[in-house]
């Protein structure tokens, strides 16, 4: 009964805390200028880069550029945020996120990495990262995809990001990625620091030395990932961007970063 109490506080504080969030508001929206009653993110038209001008997401990523800024690495409470923010924008029989996992957490509580297998690292060019703190053999699985956040349609997305704060929603911008498949998702763990790496020149990301291989991947089902090659404690985890997504953002209303701020 105590833990059911203690479980039914923090939903109870969870939900008071979304729907006592403030809506952003910026004249860049073309809904605030129309009609003051109509929440930003219900405007249809709105883009990827006009949500990243209404949030003020460039003066983030301006003071990121200082080298002693660092985005911040975020604590459990702020994942347990996020998700509730989630459950509340799709409805708890929509949600994607697992009730319990292997490892004792629940919806709300945990992460898709085994306990104590890796710890985020904030600073350098990449800025977060995440490295092995336990040795995983080839083929081991080393994270699962049990608090992924899925979204059918752009209006939920946007909900989303109207539901957390401004800062936390920038980041997403920055994790996000998209599938005709499956939608518009987001890790909402420390799978999001898991920074990129390929073999292929056209895709290589700016911070990358070209030396790097990814040495994780998804599985056919895009529910776990696992080694795919002996990462020893200490080695940064790297994926493929690309084996998992298409960006498919104009297919969902959003429009394209290409040759937008996160593209630069």
Not at 137 to 166: I, K, N, Q, Y
Request: hydrophobic share 40%; aromatic share 12%.
């Amino acid at each position: 009964m105590r833990a059911l109490r203690s479980t039914t506080l923090v939903l109870q504080g969870l939900c008071a805390w979304i729907w006592s969030l403030p809506s952003p508001s910026s004249s860049a929206s073309p809904a605030a200028d129309a009609s003051p009653a109509l929440l930003w993110w219900k405007d249809d038209t709105l883009e990827l880069v006009d949500m990243w001008e209404l949030l003020r997401c460039d003066d983030l990523w301006e003071d990121d550029d200082d080298d002693d800024a660092v985005r911040p690495v975020h604590d459990p409470v702020a994942w347990a945020q996020a998700r509730g923010a989630y459950v509340a924008t799709v409805g708890p029989d929509r949600s994607s996120l697992a009730v319990h996992n292997d490892w004792g957490g629940d919806s709300l509580f945990g992460h898709g990495f085994p306990p104590h297998a890796v710890e985020v690292r904030a600073g350098g060019e990449k800025g977060r990262a995440v490295y092995a703190t336990v040795p995983f053999r080839r083929g081991e699985m080393v994270w699962r995809s049990d608090f992924v956040a899925c979204f059918a349609t752009a209006r939920e997305f946007r909900h989303f990001l109207a539901s957390v704060p401004g800062d936390f929603a920038c980041d997403v911008f920055d994790w996000a990625y998209c599938d005709k498949s499956y939608g518009i998702c987001v890790d909402l763990d420390a799978g999001s620091y898991v920074n990129h790496a390929t073999a292929d020149e056209d895709h290589r990301q700016r911070y990358e030395d070209g030396a790097e291989r990814p040495n994780i991947a998804f599985n056919d089902e895009n529910t776990e990932i696992s080694a795919l090659t002996d990462i020893e404690p200490g080695e940064e985890l790297l994926i493929d961007y690309g084996s998992f997504c298409d960006d498919d953002w104009e297919f969902f209303g959003l429009g394209s970063w290409a040759g937008r701020p996160l593209e630069e």
